[in-house]
C-alpha cells in the first residue's frame, strides 16, 4: 500500500495556478517513519514544495488507503515565503508544531520548517524543509519586517499571517523549554485520548469494548469480558443472543469458579445441543419462549450476584470471539447492594427490571448463598437489591400483543412514556435523531413516522414538546466494510439485505460511520445507539441492543391501541439528571461505598442541577469531574456527513469483486 501511495503521491503532487509557469522549489515535504526519523526506504519520495498552490493527494488512479482525498490537501506558498495549509478533503489533517492540532476540512493554519503533516491523524506522516534560501526567522521581537518588493504595505492576510507565525514561534520556544523531550504521540489530540472518568462517574456513562489491532490510545479505559466478570462472583446470568462456549470459558476462566451460571440464549435448536453437550456440568441453559414468528432473544445482559450486591451490565457484544475482539461496541455496567432488612422500597429501575426478567420465564433454582442463606433464583429474587441510586432507565423489549397499560412498557412505546416525563434544554427543540446500529429490518415511511415520533419526545424548561426531529442513519457504506480491520468478512455482523438496504425512500437518511476521534473507523459498528443532539450536547442516548426493526422496537397495530414485538431486547437510557448521587458502591472492593470527589463545592440535593451530557468532542468533555458534566464517548462523530452521491451502503447479499483489504472478494 505504502508503495502505491508513494506512486500516486510522486505524480499527482501538483502546482495549480497560474503561478506555475514561473515558481520556484522553497521547500520539500521529507517522508518520516512513525519514530520521526526520515523514511530512508523509498516506499514514498520527497515531495518537492513550489511558490503558489501545491496539491497533494490522490487523483484518476485510486489507492487502497482512501480516506486520502483526490484532493486532499494544498499548501500555498506566498512571495514572502510563508506557507499555507488547507485541508481540502473530508478526513482531518494533523499539523505537529509545538503541538498537535487537528484540521478539520476547510480549516487552515500556516506552517513553518519543522513542522509535521499527518495525512491522516496518525498515518503517513510528513516533516516540511524550507530550503536555506526562504528559510525564514521567526522572532516575537515587534522589529518591522522588510517590505515585499513592488508592494508599498503588507496586505491584511500578510499581517494577520505573520501575527499568527510570530505567536507561534514564541509559543514554540516557550514549550521547548519546558520540556525538549515530550513525545508527540502522549501528547495527541484523538479525543478518546482523554476519556478518563472518575471511578465514582463510571456508572453515568458507558465505555468502549477493546478492539484488537488498534493503536493503545484508541482502548483508552475500554473494557474487555475480564474487566467486568471478576472477583466473588456466587452467581452469573449471562444473556445473549449468541453464544459460544468454548471461547467465552477460555476468554474468561473466572467463570469456572462460579457454583451457579445460568446461560439465557437465542440459538438455533441444533446449535443448543451442542452447547448442551459441551457445557459445565453446573450451568444450565435457558432459551426464552418466542411465542410469534421471527423473532429472537437478541438481549445482551450479564446479571453478577456478589456477597454485597449485584453487578449489572448491558452491552451489545454477542459472546463470541469477532464481538469482543474486532468491532465497535459499547458496555455499561453499575453496582446495588442489598436492601436492608425490611426494606421495601422500589423504583422505576426496578419495576422494569422485574418486569423484564419475569417475561423470560427464568427457570427456577436454588442457591446457597454465604451468609445470606438459601434462595430460588428466579425474576423476584433481583427484588433483593436496592436500585435506587440506578443512573440509568432500562428500555426493554419483549414479544407479544401488547395493549392497555402494558403497551407502554415494551419497545419504542416505553422510551416514548419515559422522554414524554422528561424536562430538556431548548436548544434541542426540534434537534435532529441519530440512529446507529448493524442490522436493517424492512421498514416502510409510515412506520419510520410512528418512531420518529416516539423518539422526538419530550418538553423543554417552558413545557412545550420538542418537535419532530430530522433522523440520520449512521451506516457503513461498502468501501467502510471493505477497508474495515476485518476486510468483506465484517459484513456478516452487518446482515441486513439489498430489499431492506435499496429502498428509494431510505436515501434521505443514509450518513456515514465515521469514528476518527475513537480511533475505530476501521472497526465496523455492531454497537447500536439512538439518540438526539444539538452538535456535541446530547439531549439524551440510548445504548442498547435494538436494531431498527419493527421486531426490536414493535409496530402499532389497531388504531395505535396494540404494539405488536418479535423479539427480547435490552437498552440503557441515558438522561439528564440530577447530580445528588452522593455515593458508589462497588461489589468487588469489598462491598465498599464511597464518596463522589469533585473538586468544586459539593451540591446539597436542593441545589442539585441537571447534569449536561456531551460528546467526547465537547469542550465540555475535558471536565467531567465537574458534577454536572458527564461525558458519553459516542463513536462515532456527531453531526455524521450525509452520504456522498459514490457512497453505496453496505447489503450483504451482494456480490462484491473489488477486493478487501485481506485479499478477498465478496461472498
Not at 532 to 540: E, K, S, V
Amino acid at each position: 500500500m505504502l508503495l502505491l501511495l508513494g506512486f500516486i503521491i510522486s505524480r499527482f503532487m501538483s502546482i495549480t495556478l497560474s503561478s506555475m509557469e514561473h515558481s520556484s522549489q522553497v521547500g520539500v515535504l521529507v517522508p518520516l517513519t512513525d519514530n520521526l526519523d526520515e523514511d530512508t526506504s523509498n516506499s514514498i519520495p520527497k515531495l518537492e514544495i513550489s511558490k503558489g498552490v501545491n496539491v497533494l493527494g490522490r487523483d484518476l488512479i485510486p489507492i487502497t488507503d482512501k480516506r486520502i482525498s483526490r484532493k486532499h490537501l494544498s499548501l500555498t506558498v506566498s512571495d514572502d515565503g510563508s506557507v499555507e495549509v488547507a485541508v481540502e478533503g473530508t478526513n482531518p489533517v494533523v499539523i505537529r508544531s509545538q503541538q498537535r492540532k487537528k484540521l478539520l476540512s476547510r480549516e487552515k493554519l500556516t506552517i513553518k520548517d519543522g513542522d509535521i503533516i499527518e495525512l491522516i491523524p496518525g498515518h503517513y506522516l510528513f516533516k516540511y524543509k524550507a530550503f536555506n534560501g526562504v528559510k525564514k526567522r521567526y522572532s516575537p521581537n515587534k522589529q518591522k519586517r522588510p517590505l515585499i518588493e513592488g508592494v508599498q504595505d503588507e496586505s491584511l492576510a500578510q499581517k494577520r499571517s505573520r501575527q499568527v507565525e510570530e505567536d507561534e514561534a514564541l509559543a514554540r520556544k516557550l514549550q521547548s523549554e519546558m520540556n525538549d523531550d515530550i513525545q508527540d504521540k502522549e501528547i495527541s489530540v484523538e479525543a478518546i485520548r482523554n476519556f478518563k472518568p472518575p471511578k465514582d462517574k463510571i456508572p453515568l456513562t458507558f465505555r468502549l469494548m477493546r478492539v484488537k489491532g488498534l493503536q493503545p490510545w484508541a482502548n483508552t479505559n475500554s473494557v474487555s469480558i475480564g474487566d467486568v466478570i471478576q472477583g466473588n462472583v456466587l452467581v452469573a446470568v449471562l444473556s445473549n443472543y449468541m453464544v459460544d462456549l468454548d471461547w467465552l470459558i477460555s476468554e474468561c476462566p473466572t467463570l469456572k469458579k462460579i457454583p451457579h451460571v445460568l446461560v439465557v440464549h437465542g440459538e438455533s435448536d441444533g446449535r443448543q445441543e451442542h452447547m448442551k453437550r459441551n457445557k459445565p456440568s453446573n450451568w444450565i441453559l435457558h432459551k426464552p419462549p418466542l411465542p410469534i414468528a421471527w423473532g429472537t432473544h437478541h438481549s445482551k445482559a450479564m446479571f453478577l450476584v456478589y456477597p454485597h450486591g449485584v453487578r449489572i451490565i448491558v452491552h451489545t457484544a454477542n459472546l463470541i470471539y469477532v464481538d469482543w475482539n474486532n468491532k465497535s461496541q459499547g458496555l455499561w455496567m453499575q453496582d446495588f447492594p442489598w436492601k436492608h432488612d425490611g426494606s421495601d422500597k422500589g423504583s422505576g429501575f426496578e419495576s422494569d427490571l422485574i418486569d423484564y426478567l419475569s417475561a423470560l420465564k427464568l427457570p427456577e433454582f436454588s442457591v446457597q448463598l454465604p451468609e445470606r442463606g438459601n434462595f430460588s433464583l428466579n425474576a423476584s429474587f433481583f427484588k433483593k437489591f436496592d436500585y435506587n441510586k440506578a443512573t440509568v432507565r432500562l428500555i426493554a423489549s419483549v414479544p407479544g400483543y401488547h395493549s392497555g397499560s402494558n403497551i407502554k412498557k415494551w419497545g419504542h412505546m416505553k422510551i416514548r412514556s419515559v422522554l414524554q416525563e422528561c424536562v430538556f434544554d431548548k436548544e434541542f427543540r426540534n434537534a435532529p435523531l441519530i440512529y446507529q446500529f448493524s442490522s436493517l429490518g424492512s421498514l416502510d415511511e409510515k412506520w419510520m413516522a410512528e418512531f420518529a415520533f416516539s423518539m422526538s419526545s419530550g418538553v423543554s424548561d417552558d413545557k412545550k414538546p420538542l418537535g419532530l426531529g430530522e433522523p440520520l442513519i449512521v451506516w457503513p457504506t461498502v468501501e467502510d466494510i471493505r477497508c474495515s480491520l476485518e476486510g468483506y468478512a465484517a459484513g456478516s455482523c452487518v446482515p441486513s439485505p439489498q430489499k431492506n438496504v435499496e429502498k428509494a425512500f431510505l436515501k434521505k437518511y443514509w450518513a456515514k460511520w465515521k469514528a476518527t476521534h475513537t480511533g475505530r473507523c476501521r472497526a465496523m459498528p455492531h454497537i447500536k445507539t439512538f439518540t438526539r443532539h444539538n452538535g456535541q450536547n446530547l439531549a439524551w442516548f440510548l445504548l442498547t441492543s435494538s436494531n431498527l426493526s419493527k421486531a426490536a422496537w414493535g409496530a402499532l397495530q389497531k388504531n395505535n391501541t396494540q404494539l405488536m414485538i418479535r423479539s427480547y431486547e435490552l437498552g440503557v437510557l441515558f438522561l439528564p439528571s440530577s447530580t445528588s448521587h452522593a455515593h458508589v458502591f462497588s461489589c468487588t472492593e469489598n462491598g465498599s461505598t464511597s464518596e463522589n470527589k469533585y473538586s468544586g463545592s459539593p451540591l446539597k440535593t436542593h441545589e442539585a442541577k441537571r447534569t449536561k451530557l456531551v460528546t467526547l468532542a465537547s469542550p465540555h468533555s475535558k471536565k467531567m469531574h465537574l458534577p454536572d458534566v458527564v461525558t458519553l464517548p459516542v463513536p462515532y462523530e456527531l453531526p455524521p456527513a450525509r452520504y456522498s452521491s459514490e457512497d453505496v451502503p453496505w447489503s450483504w447479499d451482494k456480490q462484491y469483486k473489488k477486493r478487501d483489504v485481506l485479499g478477498q472478494v465478496w461472498p
